[in-house]
């Protein structure tokens, strides 16, 4: 059985090598390029670090899910959500009480917009990932309609809010232009500690991963697997929905239609990159934001973008073929 | 009056065919959330080969590209045993981003004219006999009622000798030819192609398959009704209903918000073939 897994790993990389090769580009130049492109300057590491923020908290709110078994395909829907919450609120109520609300806003509204594929899944049974799917769907068509609509800058021609004051922008821990390092990123890194501590330490993080371990045996033990589930769903939109307004807060100053390029997508990728700690949650996301980083310098020298997200999906499949290899096979 | 119902077709053709590759799939037990990756990789492939090789050859790669995808999902989740989910999703992303790199670097953009493209009815014709006869083929033949059983409880197919990896790799298979056609349609329909042209049917394919609870005709007719939604749509643009003009997202929203609601079991009762993801 041992011979599988490096199979698909070879396998894989022989697949992206003939597609390299026949599309006359070199392998060696598109490695040396993603690195220099994310590692390279002091200015590129800060655009690396400024990509892995919000991929760091969206894969916390994805790897909190999937403690529980489930999967919030949904972190999508809900950065989107929260940012666009997050900003209304900001608009209207400048400086640190606006940030403060904001933030609960956006946290609020992403725990919202999690709550149905919670509720279906405990109460009714049906998948998370096809209700979350579908959310996304109508979350990324609503709040483009609202953008274009009610919330639309006036001044602007395209879909976009107005730019929020700068005292509701979450500051700089160091800035010297373009090296910039926002305090999102420490949050970040505090919230990641605070999940591992809460996940090991307390009664409620216990009983979140007794009922991911195996929901039968929970129910047994005292914990009421649906409450859990409908817990940890609403608590990792939650998480998702706050990163979308701090994005506004910290880095875009705006909600525009389109806001996420596939960061809750990516996030998923995180979450089953750290495997099972919350910390492993730092490297994958630095991993990741290094490919989004990356990428767009491989863009600028003539290799489409899309050879990331290809590399994506094949470290998703390798990460995941890890996971799973001790499972038996039955014909 | 009938050009309505025309646009209602050829609105409805990629999803029929993109929701009956995901019957073949899902009957069998096996989740198929890429059915949106395995549509957009045919097209490009399709819209790639098509204006050298002509339409046929063109047709018949986007095929071969969206069942190698496919059969990459069989590989991971019933060799590697890589979670259902993940599986699509990977393919999802290899999708999204293959054919962004493939288009990129092969397209030859000083080429002028539209692809060229067999005739739109073929793929409408196809459509609309295909989940008659796949509603046949499994309710009377021995290798549909294979598919009902591996996608029902896949540890009693084992015990009466029906070995659930090789039916699920039928079931994958002809997942792949159904979602080719669904792609090539979409680049034959229009002549282009563009990146991340499906725009979501593969997902509104998911739906209808959710809606239609499994089954092959209930499943026909929501995407009929996905169609006729949109054409619908298209046509009133512009108008206002009730003295406010609906922005014409609220109508693109329909059939997930209907999906959702029938999930919840608002809507008769759950039909989820029991052995959904199980092994």
């Known amino acids: 059985m041992n011979w599988r897994l490096p199979a698909l790993i070879v396998g894989i990389l022989a697949v992206l090598f003939v597609a390299l090769t026949l599309a006359k580009v070199n392998p060696i130049d598109v490695v040396t390029t993603l690195l220099k492109g994310s590692l390279g300057t002091p200015a590129a590491i800060s655009a690396t670090l400024r990509e892995t923020t919000p991929l760091l908290i969206l894969g916390l709110a994805v790897f909190l899910a999937l403690r529980a078994g489930l999967f919030n395909i949904g972190a999508e829907g809900q950065f989107v959500v929260g940012a666009l919450a997050g900003t209304a609120v900001i608009l209207r109520i400048p400086g640190p009480a606006g940030i403060v609300l904001g933030m609960l806003f956006g946290a609020l509204f992403g725990a919202l917009w999690a709550l149905p594929a919670g509720w279906i899944k405990a109460y009714r049974n049906g998948h998370e990932v096809i209700t979350t799917i579908m959310l996304n769907n109508v979350a990324a068509l609503m709040t483009t309609a609202l953008v274009a609509g009610p919330f639309k800058d006036p001044k602007q021609g395209s879909p976009t809010t107005a730019v929020i004051d700068p005292s509701s922008r979450i500051p700089n821990l160091y800035s010297n232009p373009p090296v910039n390092l926002n305090a999102t990123l420490l949050l970040g890194l505090l919230m990641a500690l605070g999940l591992a501590y809460w996940l090991r330490k307390t009664v409620a993080g216990y009983e979140l991963q007794a009922v991911g371990a195996n929901s039968t045996a929970a129910r047994f033990a005292g914990v009421d697997p649906r409450r859990v589930t409908l817990r940890a769903m609403s608590a990792s939109g939650g998480i998702a929905g706050l990163a979308g307004a701090l994005q506004v807060m910290a880095f875009e100053g705006r909600f525009y239609a389109n806001f996420s390029p596939g960061y809750g997508f990516n996030a998923l990728g995180v979450a089953l990159l750290a495997g099972g700690n919350p910390l492993g949650v730092l490297p994958a996301s630095f991993l990741f934001g290094m490919l989004e980083k990356g990428g767009t310098s491989m863009q600028i020298s003539g290799v489409p973008k899309g050879l990331t997200t290809v590399l994506l999906g094949m470290l998703i499949l390798i990460a995941a073929a890890i996971r799973y290899r001790r499972v038996r096979v039955v014909a | ?279």
């Open chain 2, 1 to 279: 009056m009938l050009e309505f119902v025309f646009l209602t077709i050829t609105l409805a053709t990629p999803l029929i065919l993109g929701a009956m590759g995901g019957y073949t799939s899902e009957r069998g037990g096996v989740i198929n959330i890429g059915l949106e990756g395995l549509m957009l990789m045919a097209a490009c492939i399709t819209a790639l080969v098509s204006p050298g090789q002509g339409p046929v050859v063109g047709l018949l790669a986007g095929i071969a590209s969206a069942t190698f995808l496919s059969l990459l999902h069989w590989l991971a989740t019933q060799h590697y045993r890589i979670d259902q989910v993940i599986s699509g999703m990977a393919i999802n992303a290899l999708a999204a981003g293959g054919t962004n790199f493939l288009y990129g670097k092969f397209n030859d953009p000083s080429r002028v004219g539209g692809i060229p493209a067999l005739p739109d009815d073929l793929y409408k014709y196809s459509a609309f006999l295909l989940p008659f006869a796949l509603a046949l083929y499994v309710q009377r033949s021995r290798g549909g009622l294979r598919l009902l059983a591996v996608g029902s409880d896949p540890d009693k197919a084992r015990l009466m000798g029906v070995a659930p990896i090789r039916v699920r790799l039928l079931g994958l298979l002809a997942t792949g030819v159904f979602t080719g056609l669904a792609g090539a349609m979409l680049v034959s329909e229009t002549g282009v192609f563009t990146d991340n042209m499906t725009a979501g049917r593969g997902y509104i394919a998911l739906a209808a398959l959710i809606l239609g609870g499994w089954r092959p005709i209930p499943t026909f007719l929501a995407c009929v009704a996905f169609g006729f939604f949109s054409a619908l749509r298209l046509r009133l643009q512009g108008t206002p209903i009730l003295g406010a003009e609906l922005p014409s997202e609220v109508w693109a929203s329909l059939p997930y918000v209907v999906t959702i609601i029938a999930l919840a079991g608002f809507l008769g009762r759950n039909r989820t073939p029991a052995g959904l993801g199980k092994h």
